[in-house]
């Protein structure tokens, strides 16, 4: 009974404070003796409602032990400064494509759920030429026939004589103990 009351009077005496993120959740770590080691346990307390989804990604690799040291004030608010400037980049982008195809007429729906439509097959299609006759691609389907053949015959050859001196087999009759090394 004495442990665990130390254990609970060292929970809230012996931690310290490493730092809070933007929505005021704060960040603890106590290093404890395990078994004759020292451990660092991290966690967090939250501001009002625990909600996982509210931690910042550096702060969850540093809860998880990806970080060796937590993160700072300053390189929080660069990595933000970081993320806003990726936005903008977007909503830009966004814009410029828009823009685009409204100058070429472009005849695909644009659907409002902003997501990005399928490729425009038609364009892509007409860039390769399409042959008048039939004729080269009967050509095109014996020369690939051929290719294959000959492949079969080199799997058949090689099924016959096999080259390797190690066991083959799906393993379906293997015995423990039975196999000996080719003499």
Same mark, same amino acid.
């Given at each position: ?17 490493? =730092? ?7 960040? !603890? ?5 395990? *078994? ?9 307390? !939250? ?8 931690? &910042? ?23 933000? /400064? ?9 909503? !830009?982008?966004?814009?410029?494509? @828009? @823009? ?13 759920? *902003? ?36 492949? @079969?015959?080199?799997?058949?050859? /090689?099924?016959? *004589?096999? @080259? ?6 799906? =393993? ?8 000996? &090394? &080719?003499?």
């Amino acid at each position: 009974m004495s442990k665990l009351f130390q254990r609970v009077a060292g929970f809230f005496t012996n931690r310290t404070m490493v =730092g809070m993120d933007k929505a005021g959740n704060r960040y !603890f770590a106590k290093k404890d003796e395990v *078994d004759g080691i020292m451990k660092e346990k991290r966690w967090v307390v !939250f501001k009002g409602e625990e909600d996982p989804t509210s931690i &910042p990604v550096e702060w969850i690799c540093w809860l998880n032990g990806q970080r060796k040291r937590a993160p700072t004030p300053e390189e929080l608010m660069d990595l933000e /400064a970081r993320r806003e400037r990726v936005r903008q980049n977007v909503a !830009f982008l966004k814009k410029e494509e @828009e @823009e685009r195809k409204e100058r070429e007429g472009s005849t695909r729906k644009v659907i409002s759920t *902003d997501k990005v439509g399928g490729p425009d097959l038609k364009s892509f299609i007409r860039q390769f030429g399409v042959p008048s006759e039939g004729d080269e691609n009967q050509k095109e389907s014996v020369s690939m026939e051929g290719v294959r053949n000959s492949k @079969e015959k080199e799997a058949k050859k /090689a099924k016959q *004589d096999p @080259e390797s001196t190690e066991p083959t087999g799906s =393993g379906q009759t293997f015995r423990p103990g039975t196999w000996q &090394p &080719p003499t």
